[in-house]
Every structure is written in structure tokens, then in C-alpha cells.
């Protein structure tokens, strides 16, 4: 029985529209995981060095900050693993207990690639342990006992779909006991850490966090089992439609059709508002290089580099998938009466305002004296005037549909955030960092600024141009995107 | 208003569609008949320039639809979900589609008015975005947003397939009316060979992409019809 599930899966991974269409983006998704396993291994294998080096005792410095990594654990896999329900449907009928299926759909889930690269961490920095002459059977217990606690994570995710607001307000704690002890107001890993220390020092305590890990197995199991009904887990859930008057938007003239459904668009789905949300934590950015927080960072110009990313979370990550939001409607563009230039322009307008909000909120960064903020603000400047244009140009090109209503795939998925919109993203970053290295070594930081302001405002000059230009894309690619658009996942 | 000219579309060397000539001309209802795979979705989609022809061209109204997008004021149409936007109202659908086509609010209040009916009181006013809709409201829908804006010709796949009766029977007496009324070309494909002979004036028959029965509608389409698709001899001639 198991035979034909594994089947089944093998097939469905291999067989999906993204995976088959793009070879490039396949060698991308593969170097990404590498990348990933690669610096869990580093950092595994590093990490008992590292803290040996700076005087600390390793074991016992990595179990005081373990409840950081273990909730932050849960929050990623909060936020991109997919639960298991999705192919569920089809098999309901077919003569498996349910039993089976529900089996089968957790035990997917803990071969994840989020539990799996855990072990890229914990098991060589459980070998150097060894190695560094600690007690085997310590060392074997405390290594199963981690392990148990990332599949607690696991199973507690599985409950967790849509329950946004308690991932957040996880997730805020402890991002605030986080400062409360950066600030030395209260610490809260020597009461954590005890645990942690706990599971190393008595033999008998990873009991304890398997105990749990197999316990909220159960639960899940009984949960889903219960659930195994179409009106019940397996329906998606509606939510009572909200209408708005946006009327106010009519003054935008004919551009406010489509400015008034974007904005619907990025209110009403899932999607969409996690883009929104990405450009807040956008806006924090720039926390890491003004700080100085970061030695690498410390220098002009990644200051600039700071200045376009603080001031183009929004440009980036919903000007990039301009037309791929219309997806799932493209046919039904296609077929009226639309004018692409208005079209264009009210995803453009959408994309700089948001800069020019995000600009103006950015003005808290002139706590880092006014540099930091020139920076800023000349980032936004270029975004508006540059990048607003260059984003929906590439977009042109990205033809992957987009699930609206789904927030599983916003990251790591072939539609999204990869390498391949990541490599369209670099002109948009390097041209300004290279404007203002000029002007830097020529008449001084000012002139940096104001030639990368210039080149801003400059853009603006172009706007026509570059709408006809993507224009012309649209029409040669129409029949094409249109084909692309109908494969879905 | 409707001329296929020499229109044929292949993929990878599998002919799906191969019309030498077809004259629709104003004004009539014409319907589109054939199994799975006979073409019907392929000519609606190519008719509506979303799929590029491998050979001839379609005209509509003055234009060659490839060439031109001047017809896409006075055509309306609904394929499948996909000229549907999941996450508006009804009400903000039908407003979305009227401001694209010059209709303001009020134009749009008052031809939603006529489709009272047709609507059954499950569309209006029930603060559930389109997506969440089940596919036979959705349907429904999707063929009264064709009829926003006075549009010269409309077109619908399978506008039968997944409503209930009563709405069936209501589709029927709109389409007809359009047709004989206002003399809007109506374009209607369908599996239900009833319905079909019933609304339309002139049946087209297509096989593996070609025309093979070109009739004008009369007593005897129907069991004419029905001979043909039970691949018996007819027995009317």
C-alpha cells in the first residue's frame, strides 16, 4: 500500500508543471538546498570552535540559546511548509483505511526538508562533541532528544494552519524577551537553558520531548482523522466577503478601474498580503547596516544597497510579479476591452507610492545621522523614478501563475522568491551602488547621493518610453504567457 | 460578422482544428456541437485571439482578430473560471466589467435588475467573494457580465453545463431573446444537443476539428442530431 503513495508522490514532484518546464530553475532549487544543508554543516561543525575560541563553553552556550533556534524553527516551518492535505482528496474513496492515509500525510511531513537539514546541524556538532572526548551516551541522548524537539515543532505545525495571529504573537515574545536581554533587562536563557542543559546532563530527560513528540503524534493523528472530511479539514474556509467603496479613487481617471482592483487584489488574498507584510520586514532591513551591526555591511556603499532594499520591499516583491497576480484571470484581460498602458500604469502608480510611504516611514533611520537617511532617501528616489519601470519590465518575462489564495509557496517555491527573480533584481541594485561609488571617489559622498537621485529623477523622463517597451512585450509574449498561465500545480 | 477564413491549429503535428471557410453573419445564433476534443473550445479560444492560429485568420466585425484588438469592444464572452476575478463581489465583478466596457453604476444596476430572475436571489447582495461560489452560481455569473455594455456579439462554452433547471430553461429564453430581439450574434457551444437545437438557428457540427454538419435548424435537427452522435445512419433525411 505504502508502494503506491510513495509512487504517488514521486509522480506528483516530478511531474508538476514548474518542476518540468524549467531546468534552470531545477539546478537553482537544487544549489539553494545545498547552500542551505551546506551552511547547517558549516555552522554545526564551527559552532563548538567558535564559542571554544571565545571562551565560552560550547554545549552549555548553545542549550542557553537553543528556545531561539526552536522557536524560530517553528515559526519558518509556520511560514512555508506546506501541510499535508492538499492530495488527500482523490484517495478518500479508494479502499485504504483512513487510518493509512493520515499516516501516510504526517509521515510526509517529517521527512521535510525543514526537519531534515536540522540534522545537518545537530549531527556534526553532535560528532565534534564526541570527538572533544564528551559522554557518548550524553552526547547520543541530548542529539535524540534535539531531534525531537524540531519534530515537536513539526506535529504542532500541523495544528497551526491558519492560526496567523498566534504565530505572531509567538513569534513576538520572542523577538521582545530577544531584546529585553540585548538590552540587559531581563534574560530569560538561563531559565531555558536549564532545560536544554538538562537534556544533556540527565540521561533519563530526552524521554521528555520524545514522550511529547509521539504523543502529539497521536493527537494528530486522531485530529486529522476526525477531520478527513470534506467539510471539515479538507474544506477551505470562506470568509465573509467584504465590499468597499473606493470611489475616491476615481479621480485617478480611467487608471482607477484597474488601481481600485489592485488594491481589492492585495486586501483580499493571502498572497498578496504576505507581500505587503515582506515590505515592512523590508523596511527593518536597514537596521543591519546602519547599526553597524554587521562588519561586512559597514561601508557606504552597501548603504545604498540598504537605501533601494528599506525603500523597495513592495517594488520588489509585488512589482516583480506584475502581470503573474492577473493569473488566474488572464484570459477574461485578455478578452476586453483594456488598454495595457492604463493597465501598466496603476500597477506602476501602486508600486511608487508604496516607495514613497515606505520613503517617508523610513525617516526613522535619521536616528543614524543624516547619512543614513540621505541614503535612504535617494533610494527611494531611484526606486521610484529607476526600479518602478525595470521591476514591471522583468515581471514582462515571469510567467508563473500565481496561487492567490495560497501563502504556502510565497517563499521558496519556483513562483516566487528564487534565484532566478533574484538575478533580475541585481541591476536594480548594482547600477546605484556603482552610480554612487562614482560620485564617491570623484567629489565626495554628497555628490554620490545626488548623482544616484539624479538618475532617479531621470527615470522619470523615460516612463513612456519603458511602458511601450514592456507594451511590446505583452503582445509578443500573449499567446504564450496565456499557455502559461493555465498550468497549475 | 463572424468569417473564418482557411483556419486551422496544430500542435507538435496533431491538426485540432481545420475550418476552410465559415460566414457568420449577424444577428444569428449559432450553435457549436461536438464530443470532447472536436475543436469547439479551440475555435471559441482562437476566436477570442488566445490562441494564435498555425494557418488563416479570423475575422470579427472589420478586423482580422490577431491584427487588431478593435473587436474587443463589441464582443463579450465566458469560456471557464478564468474570465472570472476570484476574490470580488458579484456586484464589484458586474461594476469592474461595466466600467471596462464605458457603463457606469447605474448603467449596470439596471440591466442587473432584468436578471432577477435568472439570479434566483443567490448572487446579489450575499457578501461572498466569486471564488467561493459553487461553479453553477458562478456560471451564471460569468453569462450575465457578457451582457453588460451592449456587446454586438457574445460568446459561451457551455453555458448549460452545471446549472440547474430552472436556470437552464431561463438561459434558454435569454439567449433566444438576444438573438431575435437585439440582434446580437450569439455563439453558444454545448453537449446538450436539446437545448442547443432549441436556441440556436443554425448547428454546426465539428469532428476531430473539422466541420461535418452545417444545419439550419428545423423539426428534424434534433433526431438528425441525435442519429449522427449515436453514429447510426439518420433516419430523416
Redesign the interface.
Known amino acids: 500500500m505504502i508502494k503506491y503513495f510513495l509512487t504517488l508522490e514521486w509522480k506528483s514532484f516530478f511531474r508538476s508543471a514548474a518542476f518540468q518546464t524549467n531546468l534552470v530553475l531545477k539546478i537553482f532549487m537544487a544549489l539553494g538546498a545545498l547552500y542551505f544543508i551546506g551552511l547547517f554543516t558549516f555552522v554545526g561543525v564551527g559552532a563548538y570552535y567558535g564559542l571554544e575560541k571565545a571562551d565560552l563553553e560550547p554545549l552549555e552556550t548553545i542549550n542557553r540559546f537553543m528556545i531561539y533556534y526552536v522557536v524560530l524553527d517553528l515559526v519558518i516551518k509556520y511560514m512555508l511548509q506546506k501541510m499535508p492535505v492538499v492530495n488527500i482528496k482523490p484517495l478518500l474513496l479508494m479502499p485504504f483505511k483512513k487510518s493509512k492515509i493520515v499516516n501516510f500525510a504526517l509521515g510526509k511531513t517529517m521527512f521535510s526538508f525543514f526537519n531534515i537539514v536540522h540534522a545537518f546541524f545537530f549531527i556534526p556538532f553532535s560528532v565534534v562533541l564526541l570527538r572533544q572526548g564528551y559522554d557518548p551516551l550524553q552526547v547520543i541522548t541530548w542529539h535524540l532528544g534535539m531531534m525531537a524537539m524540531i519534530y515537536i515543532n513539526n506535529f504542532i505545525n500541523v495544528f497551526l494552519n491558519d492560526a496567523m495571529p498566534l504565530v505572531v504573537g509567538v513569534a513576538s515574545v520572542i523577538i521582545g524577551l530577544g531584546a529585553l536581554q540585548y538590552y540587559g533587562i531581563f534574560d530569560v536563557t538561563p531559565y531555558t537553558g536549564v532545560y536544554f542543559q538538562g537534556l544533556f546532563e540527565q540521561l533519563w530527560m530526552f524521554a521528555i520531548p520524545v514522550v511529547i513528540a509521539i504523543a502529539l503524534y497521536k493527537v494528530a493523528h486522531s485530529y486529522f482523522l476526525n477531520r478527513l472530511y470534506l467539510d471539515a479539514g479538507l474544506s477551505a474556509k470562506t470568509k465573509e466577503a467584504s465590499t468597499e467603496n473606493l470611489d475616491w479613487l476615481d479621480r485617478f481617471g480611467k487608471t482607477a478601474v484597474f488601481l481600485k482592483n489592485d488594491i481589492k487584489l492585495i486586501k483580499r488574498n493571502k498572497r498578496s498580503k504576505t507581500t505587503v507584510i515582506m515590505s515592512v520586514v523590508f523596511l527593518f532591513y536597514g537596521l543591519l547596516f546602519f547599526t553597524g551591526g554587521i562588519e561586512s555591511y559597514d561601508n557606504p556603499f552597501m548603504k545604498i544597497f540598504a537605501g533601494i532594499f528599506v525603500t523597495g520591499g513592495f517594488l520588489f516583491s509585488f512589482g516583480q510579479f506584475v502581470p503573474s497576480w492577473d493569473s488566474s484571470y488572464y484570459p477574461l484581460m485578455m478578452t476586453q476591452n483594456i488598454s495595457y498602458e492604463e493597465y501598466l500604469r496603476s500597477k506602476w502608480m501602486l508600486v511608487v507610492l508604496a516607495s514613497a510611504v515606505s520613503t517617508i516611514l523610513g525617516l526613522g533611520y535619521l536616528y543614524f545621522g543624516w547619512e543614513a537617511y540621505a541614503a535612504v532617501f535617494v533610494g527611494g528616489i531611484y526606486n521610484m523614478g529607476v526600479n518602478g519601470h525595470v521591476v514591471l519590465w522583468g515581471g514582462a518575462y515571469i510567467k508563473t501563475p500565481i496561487d492567490l489564495t495560497s501563502n504556502k509557496k510565497a517563499f521558496g517555491d519556483s513562483s516566487s522568491f528564487n534565484v532566478k527573480t533574484l538575478l533580475i533584481t541585481m541591476p536594480k541594485l548594482l547600477l546605484p551602488i556603482l552610480l554612487y561609488t562614482i560620485g564617491h571617489f570623484t567629489l565626495g559622498p554628497v555628490f554620490g547621493y545626488a548623482l544616484v537621485a539624479l538618475a532617479g529623477i531621470a527615470g522619470f523622463a523615460f516612463r513612456d518610453f519603458m511602458f511601450k517597451k514592456i507594451i511590446g512585450i505583452y503582445k509578443a509574449e500573449k499567446y504564450q504567457t496565456i499557455a502559461a498561465y493555465k498550468q497549475k500545480n | 460578422m463572424i468569417h473564418i477564413h482557411d483556419l486551422s491549429k496544430t500542435y507538435n503535428g496533431v491538426t485540432v482544428l481545420k475550418i476552410d471557410e465559415l460566414q457568420i453573419p449577424k444577428g444569428e445564433s449559432f450553435g457549436l456541437v461536438g464530443n470532447n476534443g472536436a475543436g469547439k473550445t479551440t475555435l471559441f479560444s482562437a476566436l477570442?485571439?488566445?490562441?494564435?492560429p498555425t494557418t488563416g485568420y479570423i475575422q470579427n466585425g472589420e478586423v482580422k482578430v490577431h491584427e487588431s484588438?478593435a473587436w474587443?469592444?463589441h464582443?463579450a464572452?465566458f469560456?471557464?473560471e478564468?474570465?472570472?476575478?476570484?476574490?470580488?463581489?458579484a456586484?464589484?465583478y458586474f461594476y469592474?466589467?461595466g466600467?471596462?466596457?464605458g457603463q457606469n453604476k447605474a448603467d449596470v444596476d439596471k440591466l442587473l435588475a432584468g436578471f432577477e430572475d435568472f439570479f434566483n436571489d443567490e448572487i446579489l447582495n450575499?457578501?461572498?467573494?466569486l471564488?467561493?461560489l459553487s461553479k453553477g452560481n458562478m456560471k451564471k455569473v460569468g453569462i450575465v457580465a457578457t451582457l453588460i455594455g451592449n456587446p454586438e456579439v457574445v460568446i459561451l462554452d457551455e453555458p448549460f453545463a452545471n446549472l440547474d433547471p430552472t436556470t437552464q430553461i431561463r438561459l434558454k429564453g435569454i439567449i433566444k431573446k438576444l438573438a431575435a430581439e437585439t440582434g446580437v450574434t450569439v455563439l453558444v457551444s454545448s453537449h446538450d444537443l436539446m437545448h442547443v437545437t432549441e436556441v440556436c438557428e443554425r448547428i454546426v457540427v465539428l469532428e476531430k476539428g473539422s466541420v461535418v454538419k452545417d444545419i439550419k435548424t428545423s423539426e428534424a435537427t434534433l433526431k438528425e442530431l441525435e442519429a449522427y452522435f449515436s453514429k447510426e445512419e439518420p433516419l430523416v433525411e
Not at chain 2, 450575499?126 to 467573494?129: D, E, G
Open positions: 477570442l485571439d488566445l490562441i494564435q484588438e474587443k469592444s464582443t464572452s469560456i471557464d478564468s474570465f472570472l476575478i476570484g476574490y470580488l463581489t456586484e464589484e469592474f466589467i466600467e471596462l466596457r450575499k457578501r461572498k467573494y471564488r467561493d
